[in-house]
């Protein structure tokens, strides 16, 4: 019997892929931890405790007394924070993650989840359907993180038989969490705006093109590779995801279909160059070749959703 142990449980990607798990391998079986409360339904449904991942000795013990058999660790200070505190971003990013990897090496835990993301690529990358082994040269703080965390997760892959598996995530959307901080995050705010507001102020410039993926498919892909064949994997330190690709004018004009009266404003912030310095698509064929990860939600699925979804929590 799988026992996980979910790192930053009430994120973006953890309050929804602790659900999911705990579907599949049961409540009791799927422990949730995070450094503040997470959602009633998180904490309500299964195991939950308070937990900060820096605390090596505290992270040993949860381990240990539920029996964890795999981890996934989520937690992470986002691309747009990370360069406000760099320094602080870079000990929080990479010292959580050294002491999961020895905790696996330690007590000899059977797989490691830990996102990486297109920050990893800089501007020297190929921007357009950025190919999984290319140049990466990062440019910010978090980007640099993401990089060394893959090579940190190769090694220990190498050196010590720990199974580890990542993603470079695109920007993720969704409508269960607002944004936390990062670069891709217009995408999800314009939403909350659109109908809070019946107007926003997005921080890019309208023609921005940035990968893009719905959050149904990234946990899909996330639960779809932790269950892969592990002699089929080729990209250990992280596997390139492809969703959708958009610009803030594409999505603006596709909220624009179904509120005519929406309105968009652009005035981009620090964050403009950190979204120039990203690719405008992704080539994922390793990924499909290796465990068959395919999209499933095109602008137009997803737009329809979103604008549902928030809008029935806005009444509540």
């Not at 980007?143 to 598996?165: H, P, Q, T, V």
């Not at 068959?292 to 137009?300: P, R």
Request: hydrophobic share 40%.
């Amino acid at each position: 019997m799988e026992r996980i142990l979910i790192i930053g449980c009430a994120g973006q990607i953890g309050s929804e892929l602790t659900l999911e798990l705990r579907k599949i391998y049961g409540n009791s079986n799927v422990i949730a931890t995070d450094i503040k409360p997470a959602s009633n339904e998180i904490m309500e449904g299964g195991p939950f405790e308070i937990l900060d991942v820096l605390d090596s000795n505290r992270l040993f013990g949860t381990v240990s007394r539920n029996k964890v058999t795999q981890i996934y660790h989520l937690a992470a200070i986002l691309s747009g924070n990370a360069e406000k505190k760099p320094i602080a971003s870079w000990n929080i990013n990479m010292s959580s993650l050294l002491n999961v990897l020895e905790l696996a090496r330690e007590l000899e835990l059977k797989k490691v989840f830990w996102p990486s993301s297109i920050a990893v690529f800089g501007p020297t990358t190929p921007m357009i359907n950025t190919p999984q082994f290319t140049v990466m040269e990062p440019n910010t703080v978090y980007g640099i993180s993401k990089l060394a965390g893959e090579r940190w997760l190769e090694y220990y892959y190498r050196k010590f038989n720990i199974d580890c598996r990542s993603i470079r995530y695109p920007g993720l959307i969704s409508y269960k969490t607002e944004a936390g901080g990062g670069t891709t995050d217009y995408a999800v705010e314009i939403f909350y705006d659109a109908i809070r507001k019946g107007s926003y102020n997005c921080f890019l410039e309208k023609n921005t093109f940035l990968p893009m993926m719905f959050m149904p498919d990234a946990i899909r892909g996330t639960i779809n590779l932790m269950e892969a064949d592990s002699s089929k994997l080729t990209a250990r330190a992280g596997y390139n995801l492809s969703g959708i690709s958009f610009s803030p004018n594409e999505l603006y004009m596709e909220i624009k279909k179904h509120m005519p009266d929406f309105k968009i404003n652009y005035n981009p912030d620090y964050r403009q160059a950190i979204a120039d310095s990203w690719p405008t698509s992704i080539d994922d064929s390793v990924a499909r070749k290796d465990w068959g990860f395919t999209a499933q939600y095109d602008l137009a699925k997803m737009t329809e959703i979103m604008l549902k979804e928030i809008k029935k929590k806005a009444v509540t």
